[in-house]
Structures are given as structure tokens and as C-alpha cells.
T-cell receptor
């Protein structure tokens, strides 16, 4: 089946530094990828939709200058958390849609801890 | 804006009992999904419901969809401890992105 590979699975960084999270579609082309954030014991909240070759679409309240999204190829989307702060600590999950009906394959998630 | 309401948020069950989780959504959608999430893990797809009246079953779980009522249910039959997890319903918007319910944290006790 369709697989989305997400790395790293865990990252601890110092406050003020930047962290890059990668999501790759392994056996299909993903023109669109979705980035979610999940705080402990909460639901998944859509942060942004990345589109290959064009600018990402951010949800209301998500700072586009802080959460940089790049979707330079049909198999790779990256989320960079810039100048991370402890409140950015969360579980970040990407997803893509291999086909319209059954899609929405999810990456394994990245646990970000900012200290 | 599409809103997805899920209830209950917390559910503690005895093994062997039955229960239903409900998922209401606010605007028309032609796709509804149910996912399971174990602590610290990503999402595991359970069901995809694509049409009014759709019913799908896998083991002790059965999901249904009523698009007219904008309601989906996830029914648990004769619960076992292994079903303990958080269950999410999710609906696809007109923009083709997915919006999630708040999740139901299920605990099955012996």
C-alpha cells in the first residue's frame, strides 16, 4: 500500500533553533501534502496544505514565517519550525492522498520537544 | 467552516460490553473516515465511508454513515482490552483536506 515516510520520529532542540521535518511519499506522487499538529490529549489540527511547485496554504492562526513549508518535488514535503520555542513542542504529522477515494495516508509522526 | 463533533470524549467500558461512538458534522461531505490512535503513535485507518447508508465491519468494530443526518457511528461489540485507544472520525472538506473530531478515548477494563 501507499506509504508516507516521516523523519525524524523524535527531535529535541534548544529554544531559538530551527528544526526540519521531512515527509516522503514512497510509492506514489503527492502533489498535495497536509501538515497537522497534535498537542497532548488533543485532536489533530490542520496547520497547512503544501502544494508541489507552489506556495503552501496556511490555516488561520498559523504563522507562515514560523512554519516554513517546502514542497519542491512530487515526493517530498518539508516543514521547518523556525526559532522554536517550548510552546511549539508537539506531535507533527503529515499526510498525503494516493488516490482520491481511499487516500490520506499518514506519516508516523514527529515528536518535537523544545527545551 | 466544517465542524466535526464527536462524543463521548471519554469512554470507559467493561470487557464484553457494547457501546457506540457518535460523529456529527456540520456541512455536506462525501467522505468520512474513522481512525485509531495508540499513545505516541500516528493514525491507523479503520474505515472509509463514501455513501449514504454505508456500513462497514471489521472484527468487533462496525461503522455506518447517514449523510442526510450528517452522522456516523462507530459501534463496538463485546469490547476487549486490545480495543483501548483513541478513536477519531474525520471528514473531508470541499478543499479536499481532512478535519478531525476531538477524539474518543476508550478504555476497556477487565
Amino acid at each position: 500500500g501507499a506509504v508516507v515516510s516521516q523523519h525524524p520520529s523524535r527531535v529535541i532542540c534548544k529554544s531559538g533553533t530551527s528544526v526540519k521535518i521531512e515527509c516522503r511519499s514512497l510509492d506514489f506522487q503527492a502533489t498535495t501534502m497536509f501538515w497537522y499538529r497534535q498537542f497532548p490529549k488533543q485532536s489533530l489540527m490542520l496547520m497547512a496544505t503544501s502544494n508541489e511547485g507552489s506556495k503552501a496554504t496556511y490555516e488561520q492562526g498559523v504563522e507562515k514565517d514560523k512554519f516554513l513549508i517546502n514542497h519542491a518535488s512530487l515526493t517530498l514535503s518539508t516543514l521547518t519550525v523556525t526559532s522554536a520555542h517550548p510552546e511549539d513542542s508537539s506531535f507533527y504529522i503529515c499526510s498525503a492522498q494516493p488516490d482520491r477515494v481511499y487516500g490520506y495516508t499518514f506519516g508516523s509522526g514527529t515528536r518535537l520537544t523544545v527545551v | 467552516e466544517l465542524k466535526v463533533e464527536q462524543n463521548p470524549l471519554f469512554l470507559s467500558m467493561q470487557e464484553g460490553k457494547n457501546y457506540t461512538i457518535y460523529c456529527n458534522y456540520s456541512t455536506t461531505s462525501d467522505r468520512l473516515y474513522w481512525y485509531r490512535q495508540d499513545p505516541g503513535k500516528s493514525l491507523e485507518s479503520l474505515f472509509v465511508l463514501l455513501s449514504n447508508g454505508a456500513v462497514k465491519q471489521e472484527g468487533r468494530l462496525m461503522a455506518s454513515l447517514d449523510t442526510k443526518a450528517r452522522l456516523s457511528t462507530l459501534h463496538i461489540t463485546a469490547a476487549v482490552h486490545d480495543l483501548s485507544a483513541t478513536y477519531f472520525c474525520a471528514v473531508v472538506t470541499n478543499n479536499n483536506d481532512m478535519r478531525f473530531g476531538a477524539g474518543t478515548r476508550l478504555t476497556v477494563k477487565p
